[in-house]
C-alpha cells in the first residue's frame, strides 16, 4: 500500500495540458502551488484558498476542479488542463477566450483564468446552454469587475460559435436582465 | 493558508484503509473528492496525522440498485449522482436537492458520502438522507453495521461514526410508489450555504418534512394529512422546536419564519406531485 510520508518529498506525474511532467511533492502540497511553483504555470491563480471562489479552477481529467482543494498527490497520473492549454497555438485565442476579448468579459483579469476552465468543460458537455445554465456555472467564481453580464454573453457567443452557427446570427450585445 | 503536514495513503483495498483507521482512527481522516475536508486542512482546522484516500478502492465508484435502495459507495460523486440516468422519476427529492449542493465545479469533485460524513447542519445531502429515512452503512475492522441518518447526524457536525469506522456507502430509498416529493432552499446566492432548507415527502396518507440548517442537525417531522390552520400549526411548533439561533447569515426569527413558509410550499408542491 503507497503510503507517503509526512515529511519527505514524493514523486508525482501526471499530464499538465497534454505533455508528462512530474514534480516531488511533500503530502500537504496544494495543486495551486505545485502548479504555480514547481512548474510555473502562473496562469492558475490563487484567491481565497478555501474553495469558495474559484479562481484556481483547472480540469482534472475533463471535469472541473478547485487546485486549492486538490492536493499534487491527487493529480498522479490524471489529465490536467489549465488556462494555459486553452488557446491552439501561441498567437490564436480558443472560441471562448475570443468572445471574452470580444465581449469585454473581463477587466483585471484575476478571476478569468478559472472562469475560462470552468465554461470550457461545461461547454463540452452542455453545447446548447440557456443564460440560466450559464450563470449558475459562473456561480462559482467571484468576478468583483465585470458584474457577469458580459460573461454570460461571451458564453452563449462562444457556444453558439462552437455549434457551427453563422457569426451573424449571434447576438453580441451583452444580455441585460 | 497551507494544510499542517500529514501523511498520505492511497488505499488500493478496503482492508488497507480500515486498517489504517484501525491503527490510528484518532489521527486519521479519510479524504475522497476533499471538497469539505480540504479547506478545513488549509485553515487548520483539522489537523490529522494521516489521510486515507479511498478514491482508488475497487467498487466504490458506482451506483447500484439493492431493491429499493439507490447505493451510493464512498467514492460517487455528487455530479454523477445527479446526473445518473432516470433519477428524477427513481427518487424526485435527489434530483430536485442535488442541485443545491455546492457548485458545478464543487459537485465534480466532491463525494455524496464525504458530504455526509462532514455533517453540516446546512447541507443539502445529509437532509435528503434524513427526510428519506436513509441509511448509512458503516464498516471497521471489527465489524458492518448500518444507521438510519436519524440516528447518525447526533449533533453540529458530529456523527456516531467511531474513530475506525468509515462510510462505505449510504443508501436513499427510491420513490415511493403514489408519493410526492418536493425540495425548497433560501440562501444568500445559488450555492452558498442554506439559510433554511426544506424537504418533503406526501403518500396517501402522510405527510414527512424536514428542514436543515436551522437546528444543529437536519430534523423530520410525520403527520397525517393536515389542512388549512392544522398544517400552520404545525410547522409553527415545528419551527419552534428546532431551536433556532440567530447568526451572521440570518436571525432566528426569518429562520422560523422560512421554515413555516418554505415548509408549507414543499409540503404543498409533494401533495401535489403524488401520482
Request: aromatic letters at 4%.
Amino acid at each position: 500500500m503507497p503510503r507517503l510520508t509526512a515529511g519527505a518529498r514524493h514523486r508525482v506525474a501526471f499530464t499538465l495540458n497534454g505533455k508528462p511532467v512530474s514534480l516531488d511533492a511533500e503530502p500537504r502540497l496544494l495543486a495551486t502551488d505545485a502548479l504555480r511553483q514547481q512548474l510555473g504555470a502562473t496562469g492558475t491563480h490563487v484567491g481565497c484558498e478555501h474553495g469558495a471562489c474559484g479562481a484556481c479552477t483547472i480540469q482534472i481529467d475533463g471535469e472541473p476542479a478547485r487546485a486549492c482543494l486538490t492536493l499534487a498527490v491527487q493529480l498522479e497520473g490524471r489529465d490536467v488542463r489549465t488556462v494555459e492549454g486553452l488557446a491552439p497555438a501561441a498567437d490564436r485565442l480558443s472560441v471562448l477566450q475570443a468572445t471574452f476579448r470580444r465581449h469585454h468579459a473581463l477587466q483585471c483579469g484575476f478571476c478569468t483564468a478559472g472562469i475560462l476552465i470552468s465554461l470550457d468543460a461545461f461547454l463540452r458537455t452542455s453545447p446548447n446552454p440557456d443564460e440560466q445554465e450559464l450563470r449558475e456555472v459562473v456561480g462559482g467564481h467571484l468576478c468583483r469587475c465585470t458584474g457577469y453580464t458580459a460573461i454570460v454573453a461571451a458564453a452563449l457567443d462562444a457556444a453558439a460559435t462552437l455549434r457551427g452557427e453563422p457569426a451573424s446570427s449571434v447576438n453580441r450585445d451583452p444580455v441585460h436582465v | 493558508m497551507k494544510p499542517a503536514a500529514f501523511d498520505y495513503v492511497r488505499a488500493q483495498h478496503l482492508d488497507e484503509a480500515l486498517d489504517v483507521l484501525k491503527q490510528q482512527g484518532g489521527e486519521a481522516r479519510v479524504i475522497a473528492g476533499g471538497q469539505s475536508l480540504l479547506p478545513m486542512l488549509n485553515m487548520r482546522l483539522a489537523k490529522p496525522a494521516v489521510l486515507v484516500d479511498v478514491m482508488g478502492i475497487p467498487g466504490f465508484g458506482e451506483i447500484r440498485r439493492e431493491g429499493d435502495a439507490i447505493v451510493v459507495p464512498a467514492g460517487v460523486r455528487q455530479a454523477k449522482l445527479l446526473a445518473r440516468l432516470g433519477l428524477a422519476t427513481e427518487q424526485p427529492l435527489l434530483a430536485a436537492a442535488l442541485p443545491w449542493v455546492g457548485h458545478y465545479q464543487t459537485r465534480a469533485r466532491g463525494t455524496v458520502c464525504g458530504s455526509t460524513a462532514h455533517a453540516d447542519p446546512s447541507a443539502e445531502i445529509p437532509l435528503c438522507l434524513v427526510a428519506l429515512d436513509g441509511e448509512i452503512r458503516l464498516r471497521s475492522r471489527k465489524k458492518r453495521r448500518s444507521l438510519k441518518a436519524s440516528e447518525f447526524f447526533t449533533g453540529m457536525m458530529v456523527t456516531d461514526k467511531a474513530e475506525d469506522e468509515l462510510i462505505e456507502a449510504v443508501a436513499f430509498p427510491a420513490a415511493v410508489k403514489g408519493a410526492g416529493y418536493a425540495f425548497r432552499e433560501v440562501a444568500r446566492r445559488h450555492g452558498d450555504f442554506a439559510i433554511v432548507a426544506c424537504a418533503a415527502m406526501a403518500t396517501a396518507d402522510a405527510i414527512h418534512v424536514a428542514v436543515g440548517a436551522v437546528a444543529d442537525r437536519p430534523e423530520r417531522r410525520s403527520y397525517p394529512l393536515l389542512e388549512g390552520s392544522a398544517l400552520d400549526d404545525a410547522l409553527n411548533a415545528f419551527a419552534w422546536e428546532l431551536d433556532a439561533r440567530d447568526d451572521i447569515h440570518a436571525t432566528a426569527r426569518l429562520r422560523r419564519d422560512l421554515v413555516r413558509s418554505l415548509g408549507r410550499e414543499v409540503i404543498e408542491e409533494a401533495l401535489r406531485c403524488r401520482a
